[in-house]
């Protein structure tokens, strides 16, 4: 029996389903969880939903329940949301992971996890203590160098997953995939079964049009750090050439991630390939002052601006809120 916990940044719930599907492909007992807006078991091919109840509920009981429904899987999956540097520990201590997986440690969720990159590795690295191997496809000089200094001091092994040259954000998930299975089996996926992962992963991260409002758009609010959400745009560029309108919406408890936004709107103000930028919500005075930043209390004005000017619409920054719930629920043709 094996339990691997999947944290770090951006990334974790893709990366556990890519980890579930190669274990699943191979024949081997797995179950995985993600635990975040839509929490769900991955199991036997099947998605099946956690529907929380209403009001206060735990995350350490709602894991132990898991545990003990799918204790006859060989391998366990989790997801370890930062959360806290607290927070994180008390799911390690319920887990006890032989194995963690990193994708990435990005710089988000300044007031709970550190004021610099430095400290936010450090919040993940020391609860490291007992595990036995690490894998991550963090590139990061300092950040691996921090955590290299920890796995080194508790005796674990450092696995660094080797991307192959690609712009595309979302294959990381694979190529980790890839080392977890090695490691457990002592092969690689076959080159069938990766090749059918990437196609999936592809899928994921790709430009859709909305018969609805005669419009194309992509959803990246789920990114909420400056770091991820250039390497996104990095990767539509070179998906189209046509030009990109984003719809940015500013949470009232996300005070730090608004200021850490204010250099990546200022850039991408000024970018060739964005018409504009419509933004809603919170501490908006904190962001530039610029013609082609225009402040929204209505998704639909965002919508009408990209059909009158054939634009692709970019959904961004954050994704928990009904603000840009039900924007993306409207762009969504069902």
Do not use: W
């Not at 400290?119 to 955590?147: D, M, P, W």
């Not at 082609?292 to 054939?310: F, L, P, Q, W």
Request: hydrophobic share 40%; net charge positive; charged share 25%.
């Amino acid at each position: 029996m094996v339990n691997i916990l999947v944290e770090g940044t951006r990334g974790k719930s893709g990366t556990i389903e890519m980890i579930v599907s190669a274990f699943e492909y191979m024949g081997l007992s797995v179950v995985g969880k993600i635990t975040g807006k839509e929490t769900t078991i991955l199991y036997r091919g099947e998605r099946i939903p956690i529907v929380r109840k209403r009001g206060l509920f735990f995350i350490d009981s709602e894991n132990r329940d898991v545990l003990r429904k799918y204790s006859h899987c060989d391998y366990k999956v989790f997801e370890n949301q930062a959360l806290s540097a607290y927070t994180m520990r008390v799911v390690h201590n319920l887990i006890k992971p032989d194995v963690v997986v990193i994708p990435n440690i990005r710089f988000e969720h300044q007031d709970r996890l550190g004021e610099t990159i430095e400290e936010q590795v450090k919040s993940f690295a020391v609860n490291l203590r007992g595990v036995k191997v690490v894998v991550t496809a963090e590139k990061k000089e300092r950040a691996l160098l921090i955590l290299g200094n920890y796995c080194e001091k508790y005796n674990i092994r450092l696995i660094k997953t080797n991307i192959p040259n690609s712009v595309n954000p979302s294959i990381q998930s694979v190529y980790i995939a890839n080392d977890v299975v090695k490691l457990m089996t002592g092969a690689d996926i076959e080159q069938s079964i990766l090749e059918s992962l990437l196609t999936i992963q592809e899928r994921t991260i790709s430009i859709h049009d909305s018969k609805r409002h005669g419009i194309s758009y992509f959803i990246a609010s789920k990114v909420n750090d400056v770091e991820s959400a250039g390497d996104i745009f990095r990767y539509l560029e070179t998906l189209t050439d046509r030009t990109f309108c984003y719809l940015c919406y500013f949470r009232k408890d996300r005070s730090e991630r608004t200021q850490a936004f204010v250099p990546f709107l200022q850039e991408l103000a000024k970018n060739r390939r964005v018409d504009k930028i419509f933004v809603a919500g919170h501490h908006l005075r904190t962001l530039p002052k610029n013609t082609n930043i225009v402040h929204t209390n209505s998704g639909k004005t965002a919508i009408d601006y990209c059909k009158s000017k054939g634009l692709i619409l970019v959904t961004a920054v954050n994704g928990v809120n009904n603000f840009m719930s039900e924007v993306e629920a409207d762009l969504i043709d069902l």
